[in-house]
């Protein structure tokens, strides 16, 4: 998923949603295709909007957008860079409900995310990166486990 959204200001929802089908991979036997009535039943505030133009869509409804246009494309990665960042906590909330669906679906979901909580409600392990380094790998009790840790890289100083 494009980490600035990169929507079709010009297309509507639904229009931009149905270029990301044109750009679907082929898939295996039996594996579920995302479509138009998948999408909107994930993120039904998306069905309210199809008709709108996307410059019109509030950065909630753009991020939202951009997520259902890939899944669109049928993808087997979901690669989502920092999806919570500029969005109120409304919609932080109904955006990671969202990827929590996902995931319960068994799509395989890779998080690049600051915002720990989010990242915490979502995630099966964390992995702390500085300067292209691995600081820390494993899950989130091994990391509250390591205040040293949590001190050096997850506090604000």
């Known amino acids: 998923m494009p980490e600035d959204r990169r929507i079709f200001g010009d297309l509507t929802v639904r229009e931009n949603l149905m270029v990301g089908e044109a750009g679907a991979v082929p898939r295996e036997a039996g594996v ?4 138009l009535e998948r999408v909107y039943a994930l993120f039904p505030r ?3 909007v199809a008709g709108q133009r996307d ?3 509030s950065g909630g409804e753009q991020q939202m957008l951009t997520i259902a246009r890939t899944l669109m494309t049928g993808p087997r990665l979901l690669l989502l860079d920092e999806p919570s960042e500029g969005l109120a906590p409304v919609v932080v909330k109904a955006l990671a409900d969202n990827i929590a669906a996902l995931k319960r679906e068994g799509l395989t979901i890779l998080l690049s995310e600051q915002n ?3 990242a915490r409600r979502l995630a099966d392990r964390a992995y702390i990166i500085e300067k292209g380094e691995i600081k820390f790998e494993g899950a989130f009790a091994a990391l509250d486990a390591q205040p040293e840790i949590r001190r050096a890289y997850l506090s604000v100083g």
């Not at 579920?32 to 479509?35: I, N, V």
């Open 116 to 118: 720990l909580a989010f």
């Open 55 to 57: 410059a019109s869509l």
């Open 46 to 48: 998306l069905r309210a």
């Open 32 to 35: 579920r295709r995302w479509t």
